[in-house]
């Protein structure tokens, strides 16, 4: 049985802040994994490298964002890639206008989605039939506002 | 994906020995660049399925730190990687070589 060993030198308190402050722009699906991640990278390092390291971490903490954002759009039909810009244009951004499309999951259900940002018109990811589907695009074409004629 | 010239050397990096699996700081380290530049390269490469990562199996009371995060190229993943390396060495002037590894890029 081995002895337990001395804990080596933890983060200081202003590097788990910066770490925090990273890792809350993250989605919240991925926010524990890379804050538990940085925070172990930061074990043991000198105060000097923590700052180097929680600061660089904190400059790019949208480049993670985006990059963990893009890689939950991949879009499964079709096998090839499908990744939605990271870079929304300024339409879906503002939620003026998303040139919809019908896509289906891998179990069949039916939902719309836009080409452009990836939005999913309900969400997430909702099962629905291929009427309700049909009654929701002809509704938002209807409507005139949100509907990019994309169906 | 882009191949960036921080990417490629992550690429390097890895395919150094393919079923070594690293932490992102031993990452950043291999390939000269910073945490924060590392961290959204291996993200979009596992979610282009390049990579796959697990958490360390350590007792942290016995190691004294917190369980890592290691990342292991797939094997589809050391195959793609290879041929876009080659591709854009190919494309890469005069085939100027990358920075080396360990230096800032």
Redesign the interface.
């Known amino acids: 049985m081995?002895a337990?060993?001395?804990?080596?030198r933890p983060p200081r308190w202003w590097a788990r802040a910066l770490i925090a402050a990273s890792a809350a722009v993250l989605p919240s699906s991925?926010r524990p994994?890379?804050e538990?991640?940085?925070?172990?990278?930061l074990?043991?390092m000198s105060g000097g490298d923590q700052a180097?390291?929680s600061?660089?971490?904190?400059?790019?903490?949208f480049?993670?964002r985006?990059?963990?954002h893009?890689?939950?759009q991949?879009c499964p039909e079709g096998g090839h890639?499908m990744t939605i810009r990271a870079h929304r244009p300024l339409r879906c951004l503002l939620n003026v206008r998303h040139d919809w499309h019908t896509e289906s999951t891998e179990d069949g259900a039916r939902y719309l989605r836009c080409r452009r940002c990836g939005k999913d018109e309900t969400g997430p990811v909702q099962k629905s039939t291929n009427a309700q589907v049909a009654a929701h695009a002809a509704n938002l074409l209807g409507s005139g506002g949100a509907g990019g004629g994309g169906l | 994906m882009r191949m960036t010239i921080p990417l490629q050397l992550v690429l390097q990096v890895l395919l150094e020995n393919p079923d070594r699996e690293l932490y992102g700081l031993e990452i950043g380290s291999a390939a000269g660049l910073a945490s924060g530049t590392v961290h959204p390269l291996l993200a979009r490469m596992e979610g282009h399925g390049w990579l796959e990562s697990r958490w360390e199996d350590i007792d942290p009371s016995i190691e004294g730190r917190p369980a890592r995060r290691y990342y292991r190229l797939t094997a589809q993943g050391a195959q793609d990687a290879r041929a876009a390396l080659a591709r854009s060495r190919s494309r890469r002037p005069h085939g100027m070589p990358l920075p080396a590894l360990g230096q800032e890029a």
């Open positions: 081995p337990a060993a001395t804990w080596q991925a994994r890379y538990e991640e940085f925070i172990a990278d074990y043991g180097r390291y600061l660089g971490a904190a400059t790019h903490c480049a993670l985006n990059a963990v893009t890689d939950n991949h890639d």
